[in-house]
Each structure stands twice: as C-alpha cells, then as structure tokens.
C-alpha cells in the first residue's frame, strides 16, 4: 500500500543515510520501522489484556506462591 507522510528534515537525511549504508530503500527502511513501532508497543495491548482477566477473575494471592515469588527473586541477580 502506499502513503504519503511528512517527516522533519533531519529525520528525512538519517533515512537517507541508512538506506544508502545498508543498500535499502526508503520503503524498506520505513516500513520496518513502523512494524518495529507497532511490535514494541503490541506489548501494551497484551498487558491490558491480562489486566483486565485479572480483573474479572479478582481473588486473593496465594501465599505460598507469593513467598516462593519472592525468594526466587532475592536468588536472582538483577
């Protein structure tokens, strides 16, 4: 599909670069980072999701999972 999109000129001459130091078009270097875009913040939408299963499914935390959450965590490193 095609479209028409205004970008700032700075952003325009580092597209530019790009495409000619990985042999890409402007297309090409677009559309990935679009679909990169979309995908980072697909995320969201999953986290949402699950928010709102947790929210109808409501109940308490489980002790015992709790505190084998925890020391999990304190083991590992962050």
Known sequence: MKTAISVPDDV????ERLARRTKKSRSQLFSEA???YV??????EVTDAMNRVCDA?????????SGAARRILEQSEW
């Open 12 to 15: 325009f001459e580092g597209v």
């Open 34 to 36: 679009a679909r990169e």
């Open 39 to 44: 995908a980072r913040h697909a995320s969201e």
């Open 57 to 65: 499914v409501g109940g308490q935390a489980d002790p015992f999972v």
